[in-house]
């Protein structure tokens, strides 16, 4: 638990664009979202080591206090980040890959009892949508207010209600390109 912690502190102040020195890392730790981060983190290791009631009173205590409401199945790896914790809510089945930054008002939802599954290195903006059974690879950026309801390949910037591919690892894409 406290190496997942420490890697999502660290992943933070990657975010923010500081070094990932001691005093960052108190920083980050008193940071917006952080509260949000350390009970998930808290969370799942508890519903991991059998403490499954523990767990749903940290669940339901992280709702009440940061309101964020982050399910207790949900397996997100090392680096994780909310910045702001206001609105987020995460599936209990969603699967996350390494360094996930999530804005708020974030919304990782099921359609179906279909869950997301994010790959590496994913940025998630303010007010996005991502739901349903659909792989969103690695190293994707999902715009602002984007509603997701397709797979998105590696290295992809998605914008828009439905979202659509604009940026391939950077490199703008014309509409005929869109996949």
């Known amino acids: 638990m406290f190496s997942n912690l420490v890697a999502d502190l660290r992943q933070k102040a990657v975010v923010y664009d500081l070094p990932p020195t001691r005093a960052t890392l108190l920083r980050m730790l008193v940071n917006d979202g952080s509260a949000a981060q350390i009970m998930y983190r808290m969370m799942r290791f508890c519903?991991?080591?059998?403490?499954?009631?523990?767990?749903?009173?940290?669940y339901r205590l992280n709702a009440c206090i940061t309101h964020a409401t982050i399910g207790r199945n949900a397996d997100i790896a090392p680096g994780f980040v909310i910045v702001h914790s206001l609105g987020v809510v995460i599936n209990t089945n969603v699967q996350a890959g390494r360094n996930l930054v999530v804005?708020?008002?974030?919304t990782l939802g099921a359609v179906r009892n279909k869950n997301p599954i994010l790959g590496n290195n994913v940025y998630i903006g303010a007010g996005a949508k991502v739901i349903g059974g659909i792989r969103i690879g690695s190293d994707v950026r999902i715009g602002a207010n984007a509603v997701v309801t397709k797979d998105v390949p590696d290295g992809a910037t998605v914008v828009g209600i439905p979202a659509r591919i604009v940026r391939m690892y950077g490199r703008p894409i014309s509409a005929e390109d869109d996949p």
């Open 47 to 58: 519903q991991t080591h059998h403490l499954k009631v523990l767990a749903a009173i940290i």
């Open 103 to 106: 804005y708020h008002n974030v």
